[in-house]
Every structure is written in structure tokens, then in C-alpha cells.
């Protein structure tokens, strides 16, 4: 029999868990059991967990802040059942979403999934325009929204679960504060282990509310990629260095149009943002969402492509270890 513990690691965030409790409430398949992590939040969620004790199985722990891969540890080695679901308590699921992910694992045989993550209905416009620039074929390739766009699929900690067996064997989560949830994919991999895509266990993901903490936290992704590529260069792709490809292209594009008179480059970016407004409002069929895509989608090339060049050549170039360019990405127990 296939058993879950659900994981929860949360900083905070006392109206998100409020709501990603209600849904896992509402689920159609009961028996799976909670598992709490608080990570040194400066407000007490003990209340908003009391109200759920009568519907839920659920374990609450509070703990000194150590980021979030750490705090997953600590619930995984707190967890009783045979897989562990990791959430983030940023989202909400479906009322089938334990029973789908039951009857996936029942079936495809594999060592750790995953799932896509999209926006409700409910969100604002922005959300939806983030959603889009992070799940759209013309920005990530779509290789968090769609099984058709990936050949091996990285999990991610938003949406992943794991055999707690195989989690166990690589050591779970690693010391890495961003980025730690494709470490442990390629780990698995590295290990013998497989992972899958299951298209009916997406989560409503609402990620960042303003285009300032959206920027920075796509910067940070493109910091820990040349991380990622170090720790397992045998996955790395060219396709990783396409935001940076796409921030260069930019900037020799301003300078041929002032310098040189000759506005080909920048034409070319003009196309591809015309490209992203009506395949947004194709998504979407909201001109507001598709109009704010753009920004989003920019964004996030813009910040992840600088981010990432910066990380690739402190570590690269100037020869500077991971921790020492990057203090703040890695944590210690």
C-alpha cells in the first residue's frame, strides 16, 4: 500500500498555509498524514494549525531558521509513511490530488515525481502573468508545465515526492538554500534512482505578488544554476545559458541601433515579444495578463540571464568556490 506524509517547510506565510490546509481538508483521499515545518517564522502558526486537528493528521514543529531543503529534512526524518510529498505552502491542490498521485505511483514505476504548478483562477493579474513567463514554451521551454517539453524530468519542491527509502539513501535535501530541490533530482539520478511527470497532480502556485520580488528571485535561480552545473556537470545543457544569451543579445542590439544605425537585433526582439503577448492571450484570453507577460517574461530573462553570468564566471573565471561567492545560498545544520 502506497502511504504519503506531506510535507510542509514554511517561513511565515500564516494566510497561505491557512489556505493550503483547507484544500488538503477537502481531499477526496484521506489517509495521508502532515507533517509542519516551522522554520523560525516570527509569527505564531500554531493557531492556524489548531484549527485543522479535527480534519487533518497533522504534526506541527518548530525549529531554529536553517532554509528550506534542511527543514524538509527534518520533517522527512519525522515522517512515517513510505513516500514523502513535498508542498510549498504557497500553494493549493486539487480535492484529487492525493488520490491522483496514489494512482500514479501505483502504476508508473519510478523513484521520485513530479507535477506542474499553474494559476488559479482566483489570483490576480500579475500572479497569472508570473505564472505564465515560468511555465510558457517561449520562456522555460515549458519544463515545469508540461510532460511533452522534458526527457527527464527534475522535480521540483513546490510539487515532488519521493520514495522516503531512496530520499534516505542520497541523504535528502543538501546544504544548498537555492536550487536544492534540482540537487536532489540529479542526485537521485546519480544514485540508480528514476523520476516521472504526472499530468494530473498540478498544484495552484502563487509565487511572487510584485515584479520586484519576482526579479530577485529569478536572479537567485540563475546564480545557482552554474552551482548545479559544477555539482553535476553531466546534465548540464547549453540551454541553461539562453537567458544570458538573451540579456547579451539585448545590450548588442542597443549598441548596433546607436552605433551603427542598424536596428536588425532589436527587431528580432520585437518579434519574439509579439510572440509571447499573443501567445499569452492565447493562454490566458486576458489582453491586462498578456500585456503584464511580457514584463514578467523579460524579467525573469533579464534577472535569471545576469544572475547566471555573474555566478558562471566568479566560479569560472575568478576560480571562487560556490560557498565563498555565494554565502547566502548554502546553509549548515
Known amino acids: 500500500m502506497n502511504t504519503l506524509s506531506i510535507i510542509i517547510a514554511i517561513y511565515n506565510r500564516k494566510d497561505e498555509l491557512f489556505e493550503l490546509l ?3 481538508s477537502l481531499q477526496t483521499d484521506k489517509d495521508f498524514e502532515i507533517l509542519i515545518v516551522d522554520d523560525g517564522s516570527l509569527v505564531d502558526l500554531r493557531p492556524t494549525v489548531e484549527l485543522f ?9 518548530r525549529k531554529d531558521n536553517s532554509g528550506p531543503g534542511l527543514s524538509r529534512n527534518y520533517g522527512a526524518r519525522r515522517a512515517k509513511n513510505d513516500w514523502l510529498v513535498f508542498v510549498d ?8 490530488y492525493v488520490q491522483n498521485i496514489k494512482k ?19 489570483f490576480n493579474l500579475m500572479q497569472k502573468a508570473i505564472s505564465y ?6 520562456t522555460t521551454g515549458g519544463i515545469r508545465g508540461s ?3 522534458v526527457t527527464k524530468f527534475q522535480p521540483r519542491s513546490f510539487n515532488m515526492g519521493v520514495r522516503k527509502s531512496a530520499f534516505e539513501k542520497v541523504g535528502g535535501f543538501s546544504e544548498m538554500r537555492i536550487g536544492e530541490d534540482p540537487d536532489l533530482s540529479m542526485t537521485l539520478w546519480e544514485n540508480g534512482f528514476t523520476t516521472a511527470f504526472f499530468d494530473d497532480i498540478g498544484v495552484y502556485h502563487k509565487r511572487r505578488v510584485d515584479f520586484g520580488k519576482f526579479s530577485k528571485q529569478v536572479y537567485q535561480f540563475g546564480c545557482a544554476r552554474p552551482i548545479l552545473n559544477q555539482r553535476h556537470p553531466q546534465y548540464v545543457k547549453i ?3 539562453f537567458p544570458s544569451l538573451f540579456l547579451i543579445g539585448y545590450v548588442l542590439g542597443f549598441i548596433e541601433y546607436f552605433f551603427f544605425e542598424r536596428g536588425f537585433i532589436l527587431a528580432m526582439y520585437g518579434l519574439y515579444t509579439f510572440v509571447v503577448f499573443f501567445h499569452a492571450l492565447l493562454k490566458t484570453g486576458n489582453v491586462s495578463i498578456a500585456a503584464m507577460a511580457i514584463i514578467a517574461t523579460y524579467i525573469q530573462m533579464f534577472s535569471y540571464g545576469y544572475g547566471f553570468l555573474k555566478s558562471w564566471i566568479l566560479m569560472n573565471v575568478m576560480r571562487m568556490k560556490p560557498e565563498d561567492a555565494f554565502p547566502k ?3 549548515k545544520e
Do not use: W, Y
Request: glycine share 6%.
Open 104 to 122: 500514479n505511483i501505483a502504476k508508473v514505476p519510478c523513484d521520485a515525481f513530479g507535477g506542474a504548478d499553474k494559476a488559479h483562477r482566483g
Open 239 to 241: 540551454s541553461f545559458a
Open 329 to 331: 545560498h548554502f546553509h
Open 89 to 96: 505552502s504557497d500553494v493549493i491542490v486539487e480535492q484529487d
Open 133 to 138: 513567463s515560468m511555465t510558457s514554451v517561449f
Open 147 to 149: 510532460k511533452k517539453a
Open 22 to 24: 483547507t484544500s488538503l
Open 53 to 61: 486537528h479535527d480534519r487533518l493528521n497533522i504534526q506541527f514543529f
